[in-house]
């Protein structure tokens, strides 16, 4: 069974179409969701938490239909909003209690698991301070306790690095990466840093005017780009790169040192290996260079 499903979904605001037949599966794993701002990704995350219902087509999350049957779906399922979503005069503790006192759990037990989740997002005594204390990042990181204080299967993250500074941002994408590959929850990522996609999904949804324009693994949509590759020699460099250039070859110097070279369509890449060897020289680095998911994307929208 599909974790998330729609099928030729439609959303209106008024007479901007919002989403335009949007068709895609989830099945598991880490999925990034890139499109540029208003491309309709927010409006997408708010269908599947049942807050805007359908013109059109059907959307379910673990087979539950939506908006019908959202209560049961949000049972399942955690949120982080990109917008701040914290009270700010109360502390940690004590909000994250109430969220789970909200899904069911006895106070005892909400309180509890408060203090796992806080500790599993590095929130240390500061818990107990009120939140209008906190930074844009320690809010962040409350943000993302509340999504996960009743241990859901499907996350929904809206920008969950926006305000870390470096060594924050790589902290809490290795947390979502653990929840995914330890843990077996599954991730919907919203996010504009392609980085932070790549870090931690291995399939992405590209959203562009409301709708779906590419989709796939990481992997299949970043493969090597043809007859351009990097690579490094032992010695005799400018040698080899004369004989590079008299067969054909395009030539850059890239800023590690390396070449990038761009053979002609009628080498064969063992070309490369033949002249280092009459240029009593050896191939010490040799990679073919792939397409960037920062190309992908742009490609996608139509944008070079």
């Keep these: 069974m599909a974790i998330v ?15 335009r037949g949007v068709t895609c599966t989830v099945e598991g794993g880490a999925v990034g969701l890139l499109g540029p701002n208003g491309a309709g990704k927010s409006t997408l995350l708010r269908t599947l938490l049942g807050f805007i219902r359908a013109d059109a087509g059907e959307a379910s999350l673990f087979g539950y239909r939506l908006p019908a049957e959202a209560l049961e779906a949000r049972q399942r399922l955690g949120y982080m909003p990109e917008r701040d979503a914290v009270a700010r005069k109360v502390s940690a503790v004590s ?3 109430y969220c789970g006192c909200l899904f069911g759990m006895q106070r005892s037990d909400a309180m509890e698991r408060a203090h796992e989740v806080l500790n599993y997002v590095g929130m240390g005594d500061s818990r107990y301070r009120k939140m209008q204390t906190y930074s844009t990042g320690m809010c962040q990181r409350i943000k993302f306790a509340q999504a996960l204080v009743h241990d859901p299967k ?8 926006n305000g870390l500074d470096p060594e924050g941002r790589l902290e809490m994408l290795e ?25 931690v999904c291995d399939h992405v949804l590209v959203i562009h005017q409301g709708r779906i324009v590419r989709e796939g693994s990481i992997g299949e949509l970043t493969t090597a780009r043809e007859n351009l590759f990097e690579i490094r020699v032992r010695e005799h460099q400018e040698a080899y790169r004369n004989a590079l250039e008299t067969a054909g070859c395009v030539l ?14 009628r080498l064969e890449p063992r070309v490369f290996f033949e002249l280092a060897r009459a240029q009593n020289t050896h191939v010490r680095h040799f990679v073919a260079v792939r397409h960037r998911l920062e190309e992908v994307f742009m490609q996608a929208i139509g944008r070079h």
């Design 5 to 19: 499903e729609l099928n030729n979904v439609e959303v209106s605001y008024g007479a901007i179409k919002a989403l």
């Design 95 to 97: 909000f994250l209690t």
């Design 154 to 161: 499907l996350l929904l993250l809206d920008e969950p690095t």
């Design 175 to 199: 947390l979502i990466k653990e929840l995914v590959t330890k843990r077996g929850v599954t991730v919907l990522l919203s996010s504009h840093l392609l980085p932070d996609v790549e870090h």
């Design 252 to 265: 850059q110097t890239l800023p590690n040192g390396n070449l990038l070279v761009e053979k002609p369509a």
